[in-house]
């Protein structure tokens, strides 16, 4: 299963964040600004660390938020969010992030799948870096392998 496309709305590059909350709040409304979500599902993704941890930190830097299928993903939908200044999400070696993708998957049966689908981009350990420094949608979407699609 190819990742879901990556439309301009969905990138927000160079953000301020206050917090993890903030941060995972800018995923959100990309994910909203793209179509793939309203709202609920953004508070359903900071749901997700209240309730479990800051799991979502998979790796130094990079935050992969997530929340379950229902009916707030509208289609599956890919958000990138760059920070100007990395924000600590509380995890014990991977703080701060600096980069936040966000991932709605609208089936259930799909989404481990799609999350093991972006989790094998990031075994190249460059790649974060090279998403917190990219200064287009473009580039952003080259190193993640990705389609713009429509928005």
Do not use: C, Q
Not at 52 to 64: C, N, T
């Amino acid at each position: 299963m190819p990742l879901p496309p990556l439309p301009d709305d969905a990138v927000v590059l160079g953000a301020s964040a206050s917090s993890w909350r903030a941060a995972l709040g800018l995923a959100g409304d990309a994910l909203v600004a793209s179509g793939a979500t309203t709202a609920p599902y953004t508070d359903a993704m900071i749901g997700m660390v209240e309730e479990h941890g800051p799991y979502i930190v998979i790796s130094p830097g990079l935050a992969f938020a997530h929340a379950r299928p229902g009916s707030a993903v509208l289609r599956d939908g890919l958000a990138l969010v760059t920070l100007a200044t990395p924000v600590p999400f509380g995890h014990p070696h991977n703080d701060p992030v600096r980069v936040v993708l966000g991932l709605a998957v609208a089936e259930v049966g799909t989404h481990l799948e799609s999350i093991g689908e972006i989790a094998n981009v990031f075994n190249d350990d460059t790649v974060t870096s090279r998403l917190a420094a990219a200064t287009t949608a473009d580039e952003v979407r080259a190193v993640l392998g990705v389609s713009g699609g429509a928005a």
